[in-house]
């Protein structure tokens, strides 16, 4: 059971916009630790798509788009393509595990 | 460019010692701008964060509580390199395991990972 909790899967169809949401708790995404996203593609390793809470890096889309308010980050995708099907991670930090760095459990998108 | 390569043996038996190396090329291992980590994935547990070496001035670790026992973060400056060592496995270590970079908190180079599974 992962610390940071992600819905399973999302889907929506191409063009469509679709938002994975991230939520954690006081001693985490609360506490003022910085949230970051993951895409992860079939048979490859996670890819950093937003870090800082809302910032791309460079070569992301600026499709991709992140938000944090209280003890939650969401990820928003508009316009969604072909490509965006893969799971998508969030990352943060834990003062009740000493600092540990933390997952959410992943989000299947599946675009129909 | 970054790039972390990974070696190191994909079958490992219960009760012994998992190692795995991360190359790097692009940055060093002494860099003080840098942490270098390990993170594995499977089915039942996610990613999970394992640990990480860093040098500021000197050379530091911090390692996740769920296997802090175990586990041997080692920097190897010479190589420009890093390993981890993970002792007393068992099938529950079975996993794809990333070598990884961190910057100022988040991942942005990643390893290709390496697929360990602990069986006799």
């Known amino acids: 059971q992962s610390v940071l909790t992600q819905p399973p899967s999302v889907s929506g169809a191409p063009g469509q916009t679709v938002t994975i949401s991230c939520t954690g708790s006081?001693?985490?995404?609360?506490?003022?630790?910085?949230v970051h996203w993951y895409q992860q593609l079939p048979g490859t390793a996670p890819k950093l798509l937003i870090h800082?809470?809302?910032i791309r890096p460079s070569g992301v889309p600026n499709r991709f788009s992140g938000s944090k308010s209280g003890t939650s980050a969401s990820l928003a995708i508009t316009g969604l393509q072909a490509e965006d099907e893969a799971d998508y991670y969030c990352?943060?930090?834990?003062?009740?595990?000493?600092?540990?760095?933390?997952f959410g459990g992943g989000t299947k998108l599946t675009v129909l | 460019q970054v790039q972390l390569q990974q070696s190191g043996p994909g079958l490992v038996k219960p009760s012994q010692t998992l190692s795995l190396t991360c190359d790097i090329s692009?940055?060093?291992?002494?860099?003080?701008?840098?942490?270098w980590n390990w993170i594995r994935q499977s089915p039942s547990r996610g990613l999970e964060w394992l640990g990480r070496?860093?040098?500021?001035?000197?050379?530091?670790?911090d390692y996740a509580v769920s296997v802090k026992s175990r586990i041997t973060i080692s920097p190897h400056t010479s190589k420009n390199q890093f390993s981890l060592q993970l002792n007393s496995v068992t099938p529950e270590d079975t996993a794809l395991y990333y070598c990884?970079?961190?910057?100022?908190?988040?991942?942005?180079?990643w390893g290709q990972g390496t697929l360990v599974t602990v069986s006799s």
């Open positions: 990352q943060s930090y834990d003062s009740s595990l000493n600092g540990d760095v933390v």
């Open positions: 692009g940055d060093s291992v002494s860099s003080t701008s840098a942490a």
């Open positions: 990884t970079r961190d910057l100022g908190g988040d991942f942005d180079c």
């Open positions: 070496t860093y040098y500021r001035s000197k050379w530091y670790n």
């Open positions: 800082g809470n809302n």
């Open positions: 006081s001693s985490n995404i609360g506490a003022a630790y910085d």
